[in-house]
Structure formats: C-alpha cells, structure tokens
C-alpha cells in the first residue's frame, strides 16, 4: 500500500463501491481495494480476512470502517483484540482502558494512517471524548465482553488466530442485527501454546457457504525486504 497525495473528498453522497475513493491518500494495490470493496458492500455482513504481516489489513478494514461512520452508515466502531499473552488481565492494576491499552497500539497506529486522532476519536474511561461528542471509536478485549451486545457498528476482530475457538464464539455471539463485522488474521503466525486451539480457521469454514459472510486474503507484504524475507521461513 504506497502512499500519495492526499486528496479530500468532496462527496456527500454515498459511493457505491471504493474503487475511485482517495482513500486517505493512499493507493491501495488490488487485493486490499477487493478487501475495502467487500467491506464497504452492504450485502456482506461478515468478512474473514487471512493477510500476511506487513498486507495493511488493519489499515484497511480501519479506514473502511471509519468511512462507513463518517458517512452515517454506522454509528461506531469497536475494535477488540484478545490478551492471548496474559490470561489473568482482570487482575492487572488500573481501569478497563490501563488494563487493556498496551493490546491497542496496532490499532492506534492503523487511525494515525487513517489521519485520525485516537487521543479525540476513543471513547475510555474518562468520558472526556463522549462529553466533547467526539468519541465514536470502543477499543475493549475480549475479557470483558460478556454480556454486551455490539450493535449499530462496524467491528473489528484482530489477530483473531490468537482466539480459540470459544473466545470467538464469544466475540461473534455478541453481535446485534445492525453490524458489520471484521475479522482479521493469519492463520501462520499463530501465537497460542497448541495453535490447534485457534478458532480462526474453524470460523472461516463454519461462515465461508453463507451468503452474507466473505472470506478475502491479502498476500503481498509492502513492509520492507526483511519483512517479506522472515515471512518466508517454514
């Protein structure tokens, strides 16, 4: 995903597809522009997305997801990311957001490319930015999910092939009538002790037939050589 000039959008009606879109200043190449279009397609309400690092798959769904907002198709985002690493997150010092924060920084990075501000457009536990009416993005992990109800949004599930297979369960049933939900992973860089244990792969199989659900891949990393070299290694 190479950058470019940035230029604004000077539409008000809803485009049918992203393929004309300047996308925040970027080019994107055809795999992520399928993946904004099956986002952005109001027929699909569940897209698996199996990437290799360094595709811009959290870019991508994030800008989409923003644009689905901005332009009143939905009415937030929620990004959720499972604490794989640290089993015990509820007992760790601070509120929600200082218990959960250090999980977000791909997510923080993805909406500074997206040229929006996580420190205005983050609702926590302050409440300063849902006061301010500036707050439409909840980042929480799946720890705390149960018992919400994620509805009139547009949810991304990232590093989903660090979910086993009930923590996806859980994630998934927790979603409303009115959403559109993002799920994103890559089923080789699985970083759970017994990686059969993922619930990522079993997901895509479980949704792939139905006819809302779409299943896209992104295969080219634009990182840098090293990147692409160390992706290589069986």
């Known amino acids: 995903m190479a950058k470019r000039k940035s230029i604004t959008s000077t539409n008000i009606n809803v485009p049918a597809n992203l393929t004309s879109h300047p996308f925040y200043g970027?080019?994107?190449?055809?795999?992520?522009?399928?993946?904004a279009n099956t986002i952005w397609n109001p027929d699909i309400d569940i897209i698996f997305v199996n990437a290799k690092s360094g595709t811009g798959k959290t870019t991508v769904a994030t800008g989409v997801a923003n644009l689905l907002v901005q332009y009143g198709i939905y009415q937030s985002i929620v990004y959720i990311m499972s604490p794989y690493g640290e089993r015990k997150q509820g007992w760790l010092p601070g509120t929600i957001t200082e218990k959960s924060s250090v999980y977000f920084e791909a997510f923080y990075q993805a909406l500074v490319n997206c040229n929006i501000n996580p420190y205005i457009a983050i609702n926590d536990d302050s409440m300063v930015n849902q006061k301010n009416g500036t707050g439409y993005i909840t980042c929480i992990t799946d720890t705390f999910l149960r018992g919400s109800n994620l509805d009139n949004a547009v949810i991304i599930i990232d590093e989903a092939q660090n979910y086993t297979t009930p923590q996806?369960?859980?994630?998934l049933t927790r979603v409303g009538k009115k959403a559109k939900v993002i799920v994103i992973g890559h089923d080789l860089q699985c970083d759970l002790e017994d990686p059969s244990q993922s619930g990522f792969i079993k997901y895509i199989e479980h949704f792939?037939?139905?006819e809302k659900a779409a299943v896209c891949?992104?295969?080219?990393?634009?990182?840098?050589?090293?990147?692409?070299?160390?992706?290589?290694?069986s």
């Open 168 to 171: 996806l369960k859980k994630t």
């Open 208 to 210: 792939k037939e139905k």
């Open 26 to 35: 970027y080019t994107l190449d055809d795999e992520q522009l399928n993946l």
């Open 217 to 233: 891949t992104l295969t080219t990393n634009h990182r840098s050589w090293i990147s692409q070299w160390a992706d290589e290694i």
